[in-house]
């Protein structure tokens, strides 16, 4: 089935550790995101890919990398530098038109200790 | 800059219909998403609005007006299952990205 796919669904980090979380999707979709969700708070963008090896910050992106290697492919690295880490994740992707919505992952949920 | 409010919170009774409300302000307008949300999950697509107007799909209705930079989702025939939160997303100009509202909470009681 096609879809996209998140991992590690919980992830636990210590503070000053730098961490990846994957994301995979398999609907050949050209456009990948990275969003942040914090309780109470909308859906905030961290990085954004609309081709493959080309990438730009969203709205939140100091304190993490991205890298878009493959059409397929889209991780998140949150380094050390993120002040506030511990979050809900979302990956999604989308069809290259205006009208393409967006489909999410199942998200990932990071807890700096 | 891009700008979208919506009620933090609404309540309603199962059976009932309601209403959330989403205003923006955008530069550029490409469509407006709802998406719904359960705790703890990823959104799901409810609705796409880029004319103005009602679209109806099933229980769920959504309705656009690009002069006012309104938008609602109307759901009828509340069911319990339909407590969630329900973001509107907006698609500016010239690129991919959507930017969402802070979701409004919807408790359905019995």
């Known amino acids: 089935d096609g879809g996209i796919t998140q991992s590690p669904k919980y992830l636990f980090r210590k503070e000053g550790q730098n961490v990846t979380l994957s994301c995979e999707q398999n609907l050949n979709h050209d456009a990948m995101y990275w969003y942040r969700q914090d309780p109470g708070q909308g859906l905030r963008l961290i990085y954004y890919?609309?081709?493959?090896?080309?990438?730009q910050k969203g709205d939140i992106a100091e304190g993490y990398s991205v890298s878009r290697e493959k059409k397929e492919s889209f991780p998140l690295t949150v380094t050390s530098a993120q002040k506030n880490p511990t979050a809900f994740y979302l990956c999604a992707s989308s069809t290259s038109g205006a009208t393409g919505e967006l489909f999410f992952g199942e998200g990932s949920r990071l807890t700096v200790l | 800059g891009q700008n979208i409010d919506q009620p933090t919170e609404m309540t309603a009774t199962e059976g009932a219909i309601v209403q959330i409300n989403c205003t923006y302000q955008t530069s550029g307008f490409n469509g407006l998403f709802w998406y719904q949300q359960h705790a703890g999950e990823a959104p799901t697509f409810l609705s796409y609005n880029v004319l103005d107007g009602l679209e109806e799909k099933g229980r769920f209705s959504s309705f656009l007006s690009r002069s006012k930079g309104y938008s609602y989702l109307l759901l009828k025939e509340l069911q319990m299952k339909d407590s969630a939160s329900y973001l509107c997303?907006?698609?500016?100009?010239?690129?991919?990205?959507?930017?969402f509202g802070t979701g409004t909470r919807l408790l359905v009681s019995p």
């Open positions: 890919s609309q081709i493959v090896n080309d990438f």
């Open positions: 997303a907006v698609r500016g100009r010239g690129f991919q990205k959507l930017v």
